[in-house]
């Protein structure tokens, strides 16, 4: 009898072991099959309608000729940052999926990740296979990677999840979605994550531009030394292709996606004297922070103070008041990649009165469309192709003709 009771913990440990180890029913390892043709979108284990239920994604629109660049990072391989000159160089934003052991080994580089406009994002803190864990795992793997981060740089990972080695249930997605994440997974990837069996550039080239197709998002190894070394190449070429690029925050059916914003290094002046806002281009026009050109305009005849409104997030312009500055206006051209631009404030009001002007948050700060911000305050605005110099003339009222 006790034989046989101990023959039958012994089963019953084996079962358990197995509960914990096992996929559970329904798992699913991302795979895509590329028989569609060249440059149109494979198929993947789930279909793009499926996936969205979950708020997931492995493609944007098939309609649009719009790339979504991600790197995973598992560790350092000393090409990380070439792939960021790269990114910089062509001003092309990317998601970089990190884990913890990363943030550990590489702090220097996750913060430039972030500096540079680029999305850090969400792998799990120690890459288990996510069909094998329970719920309190799977969220401890999350979060823990989220304390872990906002330790390093004061920020939050953007909210999109990668599943080590494209492991995931219907249950996982809807769990990374209760937690405010978005699945990633991929349409395009290749055999580039093993150093020790990189694949030739020639190779990978002709792999990855058959592969490419409207609304791709890009799977590639920042431990690849390959893809540091043809980066340059394939950002050229998708560019000559008519390809753009967009940011993971930019994916359609997002309630809230962003747009690119480029520093824009142009001079600026005031009544002729040089200033150092911090601008950017947006769809090919100036955007300024608010608050640089409220300080910008003190002691002019346009100055203006700003009221923020923390209960209803209105931001108010008051022309002929003196402006309190905060000491964090007039910091220059911001040193990025690129930005992502969401929504800015919900009302601006000129004393009051409602205005109908663009603005963009970037970095928790309003940036206004300059046009629309000069207009309002009746002033002067110049603009010298040769230079490609902005002037702001306070003593000048607005025209359309001189921006």
Same mark, same amino acid.
């Given at each position: 009898?006790?034989?046989?009771?101990?023959?039958? !913990?012994?089963?019953?440990? &084996?079962?358990?072991?197995?509960a914990?180890?096992?996929?559970?029913?329904?798992?699913?390892?991302?795979?895509?099959?590329?028989?569609?043709?060249?440059?149109q979108?494979?198929?993947?284990? $789930?279909?793009?309608?499926?996936l969205?239920?979950?708020? &997931?994604?492995?493609?944007?629109?098939?309609?649009?000729?719009?790339l979504?660049? %991600?790197?995973?990072?598992?560790?350092?391989?000393?090409?990380?940052?070439?792939?960021? $000159?790269?990114?910089?160089?062509?001003?092309?934003?990317a998601?970089?999926?990190?884990?913890?052991? /990363?943030? $550990?080994?590489?702090? &220097?580089?996750?913060r !430039?990740?972030?500096?540079?406009?680029?999305?850090?994002?969400?792998?799990?803190?120690?890459?288990?296979?996510?069909?094998?864990?329970?719920?309190?795992?799977?969220?401890?793997?999350?979060e823990?990677?989220?304390?872990?981060?906002? &330790?390093?740089?004061?920020?939050?990972?953007?909210?999109?999840?990668?599943?080590?080695?494209?492991?995931?249930?219907?249950?996982?997605?809807?769990?990374?979605?209760?937690?405010?994440?978005? =699945?990633?997974?991929?349409?395009v990837?290749?055999?580039?994550?093993?150093p020790?069996?990189q694949?030739?550039?020639?190779?990978?080239?002709?792999?990855?531009?058959?592969?490419?197709?409207?609304?791709?998002?890009?799977?590639?190894h920042?431990?690849?030394?390959?893809?540091?070394?043809?980066?340059?190449?394939?950002? %050229?070429?998708?560019?000559?292709?008519?390809? =753009?690029?967009?940011?993971?925050s930019?994916?359609?059916?997002?309630p809230?996606?962003?747009?690119?914003?480029?520093?824009?290094?142009?001079p600026?002046?005031?009544?002729?004297?040089?200033?150092?806002?911090?601008?950017f281009?947006?769809?090919?026009?100036?955007?300024?922070?608010l608050?640089?050109?409220?300080?910008?305009? %003190?002691?002019?005849?346009?100055?203006f103070?700003?009221?923020?409104?923390?209960?209803?997030?209105?931001?108010?312009?008051?022309?002929?008041?003196?402006?309190?500055?905060?000491?964090?206006?007039?910091?220059?051209?911001? $040193?990025?990649?690129v930005?992502?631009?969401?929504?800015?404030?919900?009302?601006?009001?000129?004393?009051?009165?409602?205005?109908?002007? %663009?603005?963009?948050?970037?970095?928790?700060?309003?940036?206004i469309?300059?046009?629309?911000?000069?207009?309002?305050?009746?002033?002067?605005?110049?603009?010298?192709?040769?230079?490609?110099?902005?002037g702001?003339?306070?003593?000048?009222? /607005?025209s359309?003709e001189?921006?």
């Amino acid at each position: 009898m006790e034989q046989m009771k101990k023959q039958i !913990r012994r089963a019953l440990g &084996a079962l358990l072991l197995c509960a914990m180890t096992l996929p559970c029913a329904g798992a699913v390892n991302w795979g895509l099959w590329y028989g569609n043709g060249v440059n149109q979108p494979p198929s993947g284990e $789930d279909s793009v309608q499926t996936l969205s239920q979950y708020g &997931a994604y492995y493609m944007g629109s098939a309609a649009d000729k719009v790339l979504y660049l %991600t790197f995973d990072c598992g560790y350092e391989n000393g090409n990380t940052a070439k792939i960021l $000159d790269t990114l910089k160089k062509h001003h092309v934003p990317a998601a970089f999926f990190v884990v913890g052991h /990363y943030l $550990d080994a590489a702090p &220097a580089l996750v913060r !430039r990740m972030a500096a540079e406009g680029h999305l850090v994002c969400n792998h799990s803190a120690q890459h288990p296979n996510m069909t094998r864990v329970s719920r309190a795992r799977f969220v401890s793997e999350l979060e823990s990677l989220q304390t872990q981060y906002t &330790a390093l740089t004061g920020r939050r990972l953007s909210p999109f999840f990668r599943p080590p080695e494209g492991a995931y249930t219907h249950e996982s997605l809807r769990w990374a979605q209760q937690l405010g994440y978005h =699945t990633t997974l991929w349409s395009v990837a290749y055999a580039d994550w093993d150093p020790a069996a990189q694949p030739t550039y020639a190779s990978a080239r002709k792999t990855l531009h058959s592969r490419v197709h409207n609304g791709a998002i890009i799977l590639l190894h920042a431990v690849s030394s390959t893809n540091a070394a043809i980066l340059d190449s394939l950002l %050229t070429e998708w560019k000559t292709q008519g390809y =753009t690029f967009a940011a993971l925050s930019a994916l359609p059916g997002l309630p809230q996606p962003t747009v690119s914003a480029l520093p824009n290094p142009a001079p600026f002046t005031v009544a002729g004297q040089p200033v150092v806002p911090t601008a950017f281009l947006i769809e090919g026009n100036n955007y300024i922070k608010l608050r640089d050109a409220a300080q910008m305009l %003190t002691g002019t005849e346009k100055q203006f103070a700003v009221s923020y409104d923390a209960a209803t997030g209105a931001v108010g312009l008051h022309p002929g008041q003196a402006y309190e500055a905060l000491g964090t206006e007039l910091t220059g051209v911001r $040193d990025a990649a690129v930005v992502q631009a969401a929504p800015g404030a919900s009302q601006i009001t000129r004393d009051g009165t409602p205005l109908s002007l %663009t603005a963009y948050l970037i970095d928790g700060e309003n940036y206004i469309k300059l046009r629309d911000l000069a207009q309002a305050l009746d002033c002067g605005v110049s603009y010298d192709s040769a230079t490609r110099s902005v002037g702001l003339e306070p003593s000048q009222p /607005y025209s359309e003709e001189t921006v």
